[in-house]
């Protein structure tokens, strides 16, 4: 599996998604289109990066929004996240299934207050997140 994570923008609070990378206390998604550049008038460029570096698609996120891929793919192919409000899109056993919130519960991730052994993760809708909906979540935050 590869490790991949989302995250808010946390200069326009748009989500992206690539690698994870932490420094000090700032958490940085690096897309696919990361690039690091050092520029041309430096004097030291092996010891000096102060601000002569210039960086391209990597963003600083906000630390709580950034959750994990838990690499599977739900209804209509769509990558499910930690944090990921899902939603099974039928009553099983006779149980309607209100919307549960994606945890990761080590080793493992999960669905949170799922109360049947099995799921089809192919089958589950992502409806939102608990970050921009938490409304979702029905009777209480079924998550944190």
Request: aromatic share 14%; charged share 30%.
């Amino acid at each position: 599996m590869k490790y991949k994570f989302k995250g808010k923008r946390k200069d326009t609070g748009e989500w992206i998604k690539g690698s994870l990378f932490i420094h000090g206390e700032k958490f940085y998604i690096l897309t696919t289109e990361a690039n690091v550049y050092l520029s041309e008038d430096m004097d030291n460029p092996a010891y000096d990066y102060g601000e002569n570096i210039i960086m391209y698609g990597i963003y600083e996120v906000v630390p709580e929004t950034v959750g994990q891929w838990t690499g599977v793919l739900g209804k209509k192919g769509k990558e499910i996240y930690e944090g990921d409000i899902v939603k099974y899109p039928e009553t099983v056993f006779g149980i309607d299934h209100e919307e549960r919130m994606v945890v990761y519960d080590p080793p493992n991730f999960t669905i949170k207050e799922w109360t049947h052994r099995w799921i089809n993760w192919k089958d589950l809708e992502v409806i939102g997140n608990k970050w921009d909906r938490p409304g979702l979540l029905k009777g209480g935050n079924h998550g944190d």
